[in-house]
């Protein structure tokens, strides 16, 4: 069986998709392939996991009425036309999300390919909600996603694959925390606060983890490990300067080290970031990205805050003191953290690559051709 799996963008869009690539892979019949665009970062993570990638034109649509319309309508249809090919060995197609997903998609729907896709947010993207009414199956990572697709889609909870290493995490906490704060340069013994604005770091959270650090560290069993993007760690370097039990780190290519650390976790609500702080039952202060498209991340911070595991700072009132409030009194609660890492655990679903890989394989044995 031919899996064409298309998405891309952030790391955080690509690592399910390699999860799920994972465990289709180890099916002796299955060979995996993957389309995205030469600009995301799925052209440097997915051949370095050792899948065939092939890139395709595709390019964000207006999402309202503008001069831009009629050239972004010109540059799908091409890119409809450019992914034909690709499409046309496939036995399923797996549509991620976003807009690369979009040409592949209606390339499968006209050569008649059975089409899975899979909604990472809690809020439909415009993607799936065009492609959802012909789909074989629309997987959700949050149920709350499918009040945004057609009436006749057939819906299915999933949940968001996580890669295996962060799996592993919660299965093996003790000695991974342990190996994971020594590889880290941090204190063994010590509490330690995770901060993360996802792999191109928020400026925002930088800024309120500088300003918020002196009044947290001033608690002598609490360290923060600041992971602030490759962009900004010089700046926030500058900032802090050398400040003890406050560890800081531009870009961590394994964050299940992250995860392994963290007692307590401040970030972005992007959808892979909850799934795997929910797996790894980590308590979360989630300050969802603003300007996220159709508010997403504030649905996905909701849905996490409505299962008890997080507490939700809107962007607009996030300050160094706000965050240390917040971040302070959940540290001085510890039956309040493990009420909400009971809360995150009792959310997650951790196996989420092996649902939507028995939806994809179910689709290619018993396709349309």
């Not at 800081?248 to 702080?277: H, I, K, N, P």
């Not at 039952?281 to 498209?293: E, F, N, Q, S, W």
Request: hydrophobic letters at 50%.
């Amino acid at each position: 069986m031919n899996v064409l799996i298309a998405g891309g963008g952030t790391a955080g869009h690509i690592f399910p998709a390699l999860a799920l690539a994972e465990r289709l892979r180890a099916e002796p019949d299955v060979e995996v392939r993957f389309v995205g665009t030469a600009a995301g970062q799925e052209a440097r993570l997915v051949p370095k996991a050792g899948y065939p990638f092939a890139t395709v034109d595709a390019r964000p649509f207006p999402r309202s009425p503008s001069l831009a319309a009629p050239v972004a309508a010109a540059a799908a249809a091409r890119a409809v036309l450019a992914c034909r090919p690709l499409v046309r060995d496939a036995d399923v197609v797996v549509g991620m999300g976003g807009y690369v997903s979009l040409p592949v998609g209606l390339a499968a729907l006209w050569l008649g390919r059975p089409r899975v896709l899979h909604e990472q947010n809690a809020v439909a993207g415009l993607a799936n909600r065009v492609l959802a009414r012909w789909a074989r199956a629309v997987c959700l990572s949050f149920e709350e996603a499918a009040a945004g697709l057609p009436r006749r889609a057939r819906r299915v909870v999933t949940g968001d694959p996580v890669r295996a290493e962060v799996l592993t995490v919660a299965r093996e906490r003790r000695r991974s925390t342990a190996e994971a704060r020594a590889a880290l340069g941090l204190q063994p013994g010590l509490r330690t606060v995770l901060i993360v604005g996802g792999s191109q770091g928020a400026r925002r959270l930088n800024e309120a983890a500088v300003a918020a650090a002196p009044e947290l560290l001033r608690t002598e069993d609490v360290q923060v490990l600041l992971l602030c993007g490759p962009a900004h760690e010089r700046t926030v370097l500058a900032a802090v300067g050398n400040r003890p039990r406050l560890r800081v780190v531009g870009f961590l290519e394994r964050m299940e080290l992250a995860y392994a650390s963290a007692d307590l976790a401040v970030a972005r609500a992007g959808a892979s970031t909850c799934a795997e702080l929910a797996v790894c039952g980590i308590p979360a202060v989630l300050v969802p990205y603003p300007y996220a498209t159709a508010r997403h991340q504030d649905a996905n911070a909701r849905a996490l805050e409505r299962a008890g595991g997080a507490v939700v700072v809107p962007d607009a009132d996030l300050s160094g003191e706000r965050l240390a409030r917040v971040v302070g009194e959940l540290l001085a609660r510890p039956d309040r953290l493990r009420a909400m890492a009971a809360g995150m655990q009792a959310w997650a679903r951790p196996d989420a690559a092996e649902a939507l890989a028995r939806q994809v394989l179910a689709a290619g044995r018993g396709g349309e051709r």
